[in-house]
C-alpha cells in the first residue's frame, strides 16, 4: 500500500507538548479556557480548536509506587479505510475526501452539511471528529496536507524532539515500526503495534493500548458489518438518498 | 443503523462480504479524492533562536512583507541541536510576539495613581535619565566609611537580564557601571550562581563543560538536581540517542516526573539531601577503589599534600570564627615544597594527602546512614552507584545533567562540588559523553553572566575591584594568580592583559588608571548580592531601581518582603514585553496604590525575534539572531533604550557637572552606534577587541604580520596589558574578527572524528576560542593517546605536531603541561579550598528542615550561610505548625516567573492554574481531593493552588519518621491570567548559599489544607 504513514513511538514521548502546540500554531487554532483538573493533561480531548492533545495516565505496581506515566499524543488516524467516509459517502461523496497521494483523509467545508454529525462521529473506532457549534463544519487532524503537499512534514512531526513522531512513506515507517517494536520489546515484552494493518498512525506501545486511552485502538480484530447506507454509497456513488 | 464504534470493517473484507450480499459483481475503485495542491504563504523567512530554556533550538521566523508581522514560527531543520524540533514553548512563539496584550507604548505610573498614562519615547528618556542624575549626584559616594576612596553610587540599583542579546548585555553593565552601580544583580543569581564557583574551584571555568549535542556520546546520564524532559526537553531528543545506543539514564528526583518517565532507573530523595547522597556514593567508590586511577594521579589534586592546619570536626572545618560566621581559609593550605609547589605523594598513601582526607572524610556516609538522612532506599542508593560507577572505565564516560534541584539550597555550591569531584573520581571530566553539564535555563544567561551583570565581577569572570585596592597597579597584583610548577599553564596570570583591555573598551579614551579609578568599588568582603539587595531596598536605600527584563516581584524569594521592599523606591524603570507583578507591584494583592508613591517607567521593548545580536546558550555557544518583524508599536529593542539612555546622561552631564562626571562623560558610547540607533554588529566587535594602535602580531610559526589600529584582535592570547588593545570580554576574543562574525556561521562541516562525537565546530562559535569540549587535555592520557578510542575528543597528531579534532584546552606537547589550565596548579580539584564553607561538600539541612538534628553531625544547618538579622521568627524548624517539605518546580509549558509564557493562549490552555503535587497519603491525611482548591501556607505568606493528588509523589522515611512533600510551580503571578495564581515564592524563605547567595527556594515548610 502506498501513501504516506505517522509512526509514532510512545516509549520515546515525555509529553513536552510540542506537537500539542505546534498543531494549534500551524493551523492557528484558538486556544480552549482549561482549568486544572488535577492532572498535567490539558486538553482533557480533541475538540473543534484541538486536533491533538496529549493523554497522561500514571500506572502503578502492585505496591502502588509508579511504574510508568504513560503518555499518548492522541490525532486522527487517517485510516487507510476509514468509517468516518464510508458513512459520509452515503450523503455526499465530496464532503470527506482521502487523498490519492497520501491517503489523508480530509473533513472539507461540506461537511457542515451532513444531516448527522454523531453519525459520522459515531463510526470513528477512535472518537476522533469533532464539530464546530456555529458553522457545522467537522473538524480534525488534515495531516497537515498543505505541508506535506510542499515537502515538509505535518508540523507535530517536525515539533517532536525524541524521535517519537515520525512520518513518510508507508513501507518505511512500518520497517521503522516493526524495528522498534522489536527493541522495545525487550524492556516491555508486552509491546504492540496498534491497528498497524488498517491505520496510517501506527502507535507503538509498551504496554497493552487500553491503559494509555479508551480510543487507543480499534476493537480487536472480527470485521463487523458493514453498515448499508455506506455499502450503496460504496456501489452507487453519493446519488441524494432517503436516510435509510 | 448506524455504524457502531467499535464495529470497523475492513474494506476488503467488505469486498467479501458483497458477494455475500448477492454478488452484484461491481468494481469499486478508489473513492476520487483529490484535494487541491494546497499552496503555503509567502513570507520573508529569517532564522533565529528560542529565548527560553538555554539549549539554544533554531527557528525559523516567516514575515508578512505587507503586514511586517510575523505569520509561523517553527523549528529550523537545518539547525544541529533541534533539528527543527521545538517543545510547548518553542512552538509557541508565534503569540508572544502577535498577542494583543502585549504593552506597545511606553506607560507611566505617578506617585499615588492606580492607573498608567501612555508617554513617548522622548519624555521617557528625559525623565528617567534626569531622576538617574538627581539620584547619582545627591547619593554619590566618593569615599565609605573607612575613608577609603569607591566612586559609587549608593541610591540606584539594578536587576536584570539574562533576556537581553550579549551585545545590550555588555553594553548595559558599562552604563550601569559609569553610572557608579555597584547593586547590579540578574537571573543568574538566583538560578545558576552557585555553579560558577563550584565548577571554577574545581576545574577552572564555572560553565557547562560539555554542550548539548554530547549528550549523546556518554554511556550513562545521571540527571539530578534536575528534570530535563520537562526544563530543557530538546536536550532529551540527545538523552533518547544516548539511550538508543545502550546508555542508561538514572533520574533521582523527589518526585517522579516526566524524566523519570523515561528513566531506566528511577531514586527517589527528600529536596535537600543531595551532599548526603553523593557522599555515599564518594565512599563506594574509595571503598570498593573505582577511581580511573591514571586519571586521578595525574590530572586531580589527590595525591597533594595537605598543610597541619587543617582539620574537620563534628561538622565543622578547622578555622571557624562563630562571631563572623566566616571561616579563615588560609588554614586549608597545601603544604608547599621549596619551589613553593604543592608537595604530592603519587602512592597516595599519606594519610595528609587529599585521597586520603577525602576517604577519611566521607567515611561516615554509609548507605545505612545515607538512607535515612535522604528517605532513598538502600538498594535504589546502591543500584544508583553501581551503575553510574561503572563509567570509570576508560573506554565509557558518563554524564551528569543538573539545575536548580542542586544551585537553589544554602548547600548549592557544595552540592555541585560533589559531583564534580565524584567525575574527577571517575575519569569523567574533558570526555566526549561525560563532564559536568551545568544546564542553565534561560536563552542567554550564559552570555548575561559572561558579562558580569552581577554585583561581585566584571566581564570575563575577573573581580569586581574592591576599596582595598585604591589603584590600577594593586588590583593587578593582587588578582593575578602566582604558579611556580612549570607544568601548570596557569592561565590567569595574563589577567593583566584583559582587565586592561576591558578598561580601554569601557574608556577607551582615559589612561589605565584613571579608567581604574572611574570604575565603582565594593568594600571589602562587602555582599550585594540578589537577597542582601532586596533587604537593603527595604531599608530605604535606594531611591532608583531597575528591572530590566526581570520579574523580582516574583522571580525573588519570599515575595512579600521584596514587593513590599519596591514600594520604598522613589521611581523604578520596568522593562518588559507584558505588564507584570513588578512593573505593577502598586496595584498588587495588599497593596493601596494611593499609599505608593513610587513612581513606575514602564518601557515596552521588542521580542527577541524582533531585533539582531547574539545569545549564548547553556554550551557556551554564542548564536546570531536575525530581526523577522519589526518591534510591534512602539516598542524598542534594550539595546536602543541603554544606548539612548547613556547619550542622554552624557548630554545632561555636559549641561551640569554633577557629582563625578568622569565616567560618565568619558564612556566610550561611540562604539555601540552611530549616534542615533544602536548597532549590534559594532558592539560585538567591541566585545571582540580591537588594537587601539598600530601593532605587529607573531604567528607560532615566526611570520610577522603588520595589523592595523581598528583592526580586530583574533584571539585573546593576543591581548596587551599596555592599553593599545580594547576587548569587551576576553572569553569572546576570537568570535568576531577580520574573518568576520564566527556567531553567524552555519556551516555543519566536519570531519569524521568530529562528526563522531558531533562537535560542530564551524557552526556559529563557542567560547573560548571555539574549543567545544572544556579540559579535553584530560581525556587523552600522557602521551596524548586518547582515554576512548571509540570516541575521542583529541588526539595528538606526531607528525604535525598538533592536536586533533576539538580545540586544544591549552597547548604544548603531550604530558607537558596539566590539562586544567585556569587552576592555578594546573589540576582538577578534589579538595577545594578556595569556598566559604569547607573544601570538602558536608551534609547539612537546608535552613527550614523537618528534622532535629542529623545523623552526620551536631551542625543542623551550614554556619556560613546567607541569612538575615531578625528573620528567624520567619523560619519553620522542625514547627509542626508547618511539617511537610516545600520545593519549587518547573513544567515544560511554562517558564520562570511566567512572565511571558502565562499571556500565551496556547500555553495557559496546557497548564492554566497554579498546582500543588501531593501523595495520595498526604491527601488522605488531610481529606484532600484531585482538583480542589488547596492553601499552603507558612510564616512568610500563603497561596492557593489546586491539588494534585498522584502516585508520583510518596512519603519518605526520615530518621524514622514518615515525611511528606508537596511541590509547586513557580511559574503564575496575579497579573494574568486572573485565576492563575500568584507566585511560589509567596512561601520561600531569604536565606542564601554561603559562597555566592543563592535564595534556597528548594526546600522549605509549609501546611497544607483545604481552601
Known amino acids: 500500500m502506498s501513501g504516506k504513514s505517522f509512526f509514532v513511538d510512545l516509549a520515546k514521548c515525555t509529553a513536552c507538548r510540542g506537537c500539542q502546540v505546534a498543531c494549534k500554531q500551524w493551523n492557528k487554532l484558538p486556544a480552549e479556557q482549561t482549568r486544572n483538573h488535577g492532572s498535567y493533561q490539558n486538553p482533557m480531548d480533541v475538540s473543534a480548536i484541538t486536533y491533538k492533545t496529549v493523554h497522561m495516565k500514571e500506572i502503578s505496581d502492585d505496591q502502588g509506587f509508579m511504574a510508568a506515566w504513560l503518555f499518548f499524543p492522541e490525532q486522527c488516524r487517517h485510516c487507510t479505510e476509514p468509517p468516518c467516509k464510508m458513512t459520509a459517502d452515503a450523503y455526499d461523496d465530496q464532503a470527506i475526501l482521502q487523498d490519492e497521494v497520501t491517503g489523508a483523509i480530509t473533513f472539507t467545508d461540506r461537511t457542515k452539511n451532513l444531516p448527522d454529525f454523531d453519525e459520522i462521529r459515531e463510526a470513528c473506532p477512535y472518537n476522533i471528529p469533532r464539530q464546530n457549534a456555529e458553522t457545522k463544519v467537522m473538524t480534525k487532524c488534515t495531516m497537515c496536507l498543505d505541508r506535506v503537499q510542499n515537502g515538509r512534514v505535518p508540523a507535530c512531526v517536525q515539533s517532536c524532539p525524541t524521535g517519537t513522531m515520525n512520518f513518510g512513506e508507508r513501507d518505511e515507517m512500518l520497517a521503522l515500526a516493526e524495528n522498534r517494536l522489536a527493541e522495545v520489546q525487550k524492556k516491555y515484552p508486552d509491546a504492540v503495534l496498534g491497528d498497524a494493518d488498517s491505520t496510517r498512525v501506527i502507535y507503538l506501545y509498551q504496554m497493552p493500548p487500553q491503559k494509555y486511552h479508551d480510543f487507543a485502538v480499534a476493537s480487536a480484530a472480527t470485521p463487523g458489518l458493514m453498515n448499508r447506507k455506506a455499502m450503496f454509497a460504496k456501489l452507487f456513488g453519493s446519488a441524494p438518498r432517503n436516510k435509510a | ?475 593587578i597584583k593582587a588578582s593575578t594568580p602566582v604558579s611556580n610548577d612549570p607544568k601548570s599553564v596557569n592561565w590567569w596570570q595574563h589577567k593583566p592583559k584583559y582587565f586592561a583591555s576591558l578598561l580601554k573598551a569601557m574608556y577607551k579614551d582615559a589612561d589605565l588608571s584613571t579608567a581604574y579609578t572611574w570604575m565603582p568599588k565594593l568594600d571589602v568582603g562587602q555582599n550585594a548580592s540578589w537577597l542582601v539587595l532586596f533587604d537593603q531596598m527595604l531599608k530605604g536605600q535606594f531611591k532608583g531601581f531597575f528591572a530590566w527584563g526581570m520579574n523580582p516581584a516574583a522571580s525573588g524569594a519570599n515575595s512579600h518582603k521584596t514587593r513590599e521592599a519596591l514600594s520604598k523606591l522613589d521611581w523604578m524603570v520596568n522593562v518588559n514585553i507584558y505588564e507584570n507583578e513588578t512593573g505593577s507591584f502598586w496595584k498588587g494583592p495588599d497593596m493601596n496604590p494611593r499609599d505608593v508613591k513610587t513612581e513606575v517607567f514602564f518601557l515596552p521593548c521588542a521580542v527577541s525575534y524582533e531585533k539582531q545580536g547574539s545569545i549564548t546558550n547553556t554550551g557556551r555557544w554564542m548564536q546570531w539572531r536575525y530581526a523577522g518583524p519589526k518591534p510591534m508599536g512602539k516598542c524598542k529593542p534594550d539595546g536602543d533604550m541603554i544606548y539612548e539612555l547613556a547619550l542622554k546622561l552624557q548630554e545632561l552631564y555636559k549641561k551640569d557637572k554633577g557629582a563625578f562626571p568622569g565616567p560618565i562623560l568619558g564612556l566610550n558610547t561611540s562604539d555601540w552606534g552611530d549616534g542615533h540607533e544602536f548597532d549590534p554588529h559594532k558592539v560585538a566587535r567591541l566585545i571582540n577587541g580591537y588594537y587601539l594602535k598600530d601593532t605587529v602580531v607573531k604567528a607560532a610559526d615566526g611570520t610577522e604580520t603588520l595589523l592595523k589600529a581598528g583592526s580586530q584582535v583574533n584571539g585573546f592570547p593576543n591581548l596587551k596589558d599596555d592599553g593599545s588593545t580594547c576587548c569587551g570580554n576576553w572569553v569572546y576574543c576570537g568570535s568576531y574578527t577580520d574573518k568576520g562574525n564566527l556567531a553567524e556561521r ?266
Open chain 2, 746 to 1011: 552555519r556551516d555543519k562541516t566536519q570531519t569524521p572524528e568530529q562528526a563522531k562525537v558531533g562537535l560542530y565546530p564551524n557552526w556559529t562559535w563557542s567560547w573560548p576560542l571555539n574549543r567545544r569540549v572544556l579540559y579535553n587535555r584530560a581525556s587523552v592520557d600522557l602521551n596524548g593517546k586518547p582515554y576512548q578510542s571509540e570516541k575521542p575528543v583529541l588526539a595528538w597528531n606526531e607528525t604535525g605536531k598538533k592536536w586533533l579534532i576539538d580545540i586544544p584546552d591549552g597547548g604544548g606537547a603531550p604530558g607537558t603541561k596539566h590539562p586544567f589550565i585556569m587552576r592555578t596548579h594546573g589540576m582538577g580539584q578534589l579538595y577545594g579550598p578556595g569556598l566559604n564553607e569547607g573544601p570538602f561538600p558536608e551534609h547539612y539541612e537546608p535552613m527550614e528542615c523537618p528534622i532535629a538534628e542529623h545523623p552526620f553531625s551536631k551542625r543542623l544547618n551550614n554556619p556560613a550561610a546567607l541569612i538575615f538579622a531578625g528573620e528567624e521568627k520567619k523560619r519553620a524548624v522542625c514547627d509542626p505548625r508547618y511539617p511537610f517539605v516545600c520545593t519549587s518546580i518547573r513544567v515544560t509549558e511554562h517558564w520562570q516567573t511566567g512572565v511571558m509564557t502565562r499571556w500565551q493562549p496556547w500555553l495557559i490552555e496546557a497548564q492554566p492554574q497554579m498546582f500543588c503535587e501531593m501523595s495520595e497519603d498526604l491527601a488522605e491525611l488531610k481529606g484532600i481531593k484531585n482538583g480542589e482548591k488547596v492553601i499552603l501556607e507558612n510564616p512568610r505568606g500563603e497561596l492557593w493552588a489546586i491539588a494534585m493528588v498522584t502516585k508520583r509523589l510518596k512519603p519518605m522515611n526520615i530518621m524514622g519518621t514518615p515525611t511528606h512533600l508537596v511541590a509547586i510551580p513557580w511559574h503564575y503571578g496575579w497579573v494574568w491570567p486572573k485565576e492563575g495564581g500568584d507566585s511560589a515564592n509567596l512561601l520561600t524563605p531569604s536565606v542564601g548559599d554561603a559562597n555566592t547567595g543563592i535564595p534556597e527556594t528548594k526546600a522549605f515548610m509549609v501546611n497544607v489544607k483545604k481552601a
Open chain 2, 1 to 475: 443503523m448506524k455504524l457502531g464504534r467499535r464495529e470497523f470493517v475492513k474494506l476488503t473484507a467488505a469486498a467479501t462480504a458483497v458477494t455475500a450480499f448477492g454478488g452484484m459483481g461491481f468494481d469499486f475503485g478508489p473513492t476520487t479524492a483529490h484535494a487541491q495542491l494546497l499552496k503555503l504563504r509567502k513570507g520573508k523567512e529569517t532564522t533565529s533562536v528560542c529565548c527560553y530554556c538555554a539549549v539554544g533550538c533554531g527557528l525559523i521566523v516567516s514575515t508578512d512583507e505587507k503586514t511586517g508581522r510575523s505569520i509561523n514560527i517553527e523549528g529550523n531543520p537545518d539547525h544541529p541541536i533541534n533539528e527543527g524540533a521545538l517543545c510547548a514553548k518553542g512552538a509557541s512563539l508565534f503569540q508572544l510576539g502577535e498577542n494583543e496584550k502585549r504593552v506597545t507604548a511606553p506607560q507611566y505610573r505617578a506617585p499615588g495613581s492606580d492607573k498608567w498614562e501612555e508617554k513617548s519615547w522622548e519624555w521617557m528618556i528625559e525623565e528617567i535619565a534626569k531622576r538617574i542624575k538627581k539620584v547619582r549626584d545627591t547619593t554619590f559616594a566618593e569615599k565609605n566609611s573607612k575613608g577609603q576612596v569607591v566612586n559609587r553610587v549608593e541610591g540606584l540599583a539594578s536587576v536584570g537580564s539574562a533576556a537581553l542579546d550579549s551585545e545590550e548585555c555588555w553594553v548595559y553593565q558599562a552604563f550601569l557601571r559609569s553610572l557608579g552601580l555597584t547593586y547590579i544583580e540578574h537571573q543568574a543569581r538566583i538560578c545558576h550562581s552557585s555553579t560558577v564557583p563550584a565548577l571554577a574551584e574545581s576545574f577552572g571555568r564555572g560553565a557547562m563543560t560539555n554542550h548539548i549535542i554530547d549528550i549523546k556520546n556518554s554511556d550513562c546520564v545521571i540527571i539530578m538536581g534536575g528534570n530535563h524532559a520537562e526544563t530543557h526537553p530538546i536536550c532529551f531528543k540527545w538523552v533518547t540517542r544516548a539511550q538508543e545506543k545502550g546508555a542508561k539514564l538514572i533520574h533521582v528526583d523527589p518526585r517522579y516526573t516526566r524524566t523519570s518517565a523515561k528513566a531506566d532507573l528511577y531514586a527517589p530523595l527528600r529536596s535537600g539531601t543531595d551532599i548526603a547522597f553523593l557522599g555515599g556514593m564518594i565512599k563506594y567508590i574509595l571503598d570498593k577503589d573505582l577511581i580511573f586511577r591514571d586519571y586521578v594521579l595525574n590530572y586531580t589534586n589527590a595525591s597533594f599534600i595537605v598543610g597541619p592546619d587543617f582539620g574537620f570536626n563534628d561538622g565543622l572545618f578547622t578555622g571557624f570564627d562563630e562571631a563572623t560566621r566566616k571561616y579563615d581559609k588560609k588554614k586549608w593550605a597545601f603544604a608547599m615544597d621549596e619551589n613553593g609547589v604543592p608537595k604530592r605523594d603519587m602512592t597516595l598513601k599519606d594519610p595528609r594527602c587529599v585521597y586520603q582526607l577525602l576517604k577519611a572524610h566521607y567515611a561516615r556516609y554509609d548507605t545505612k546512614t545515607v538512607s535515612s538522612v535522604t528517605g532513598t532506599p538502600e538498594d535504589k542508593l546502591l543500584e544508583v552507584y553501581k551503575t553510574f560507577t561503572e563509567t570509570s572505565a576508560p573506554e565509557k564516560s558518563g554524564t551528569i545533567l543538573y539545575a536548580m534541584g542542586w544551585t537553589q539550597h544554602t548547600v548549592g555550591v557544595q552540592n555541585i562540588r560533589t559531583m564534580a569531584m565524584i567525575q574527577l573520581l571517575l575519569g569523567n571530566i574533558g570526555m566526549a559523553g561525560g563532564g559536568v553539564n551545568a544546564m542553565r535555563g534561560e536563552g542567554n544567561v550564559q552570555g548575561s553572566t559572561d558579562h558580569a551583570l552581577l554585583y561581585h565581577i566584571i566581564p570575563g569572570y575577573m573581580a569586581t575591584p574592591n576599596a582595598a585596592l585604591q589603584t590600577y597597579e594593586e588590583y
